[in-house]
Nanobody
Framework: QVQLVESGGGMAPAGGSLRLSCAASGRTVYLYAMGWFRQVPGKDREFVAAFRLGGGGVVYADSVKGRFNISRDKGKSTVHLRMDSLKPEDTAVYYC???????????WGQGTQVTVSS
């Protein structure tokens, strides 16, 4: 099993910045990628960004490309999401997620609220 603990989030004005962090513990040796998703009430959870732990590749949703940056602490199962140029539509609960080669995004954090005021 893998446990994910998120930190960061909170409130920011439009155009501001926030940073989220996610630390994985447990059987992290089997992790293939870690990433972030977000969800607003009444809508499906949507993909935001992901970091492939083995090769270091990253991928972003089009809606955040150029504004968000996902990174990893070297040698650790900890990822960060730096969010710049925030928009009110970025307001959501952000979830950290992790996957192994056999469990597609099978592990989730508890979620952290991000609120961007206009």
């Amino acid at each position: 099993q893998v446990q994910l603990v998120e930190s960061g989030g909170g409130m920011a004005p439009a155009g501001g910045s926030l940073r989220l962090s996610c630390a994985a513990s447990g059987r992290t040796v089997y992790l293939y990628a870690m990433g972030w998703f977000r969800q607003v009430p009444g809508k499906d959870r949507e993909f935001v960004a992901a970091f492939r732990l083995g090769g270091g590749g990253v991928v972003y949703a089009d809606s955040v490309k150029g504004r968000f940056n996902i990174s990893r602490d070297k040698g650790k199962s900890t990822v960060h999401l730096r969010m710049d140029s925030l928009k009110p539509e970025d307001t959501a609960v952000y979830y950290c997620a992790a996957q192994t080669r056999t469990t597609d995004w099978g592990f989730w954090g508890q979620g952290t609220q991000v609120t961007v005021s206009s």
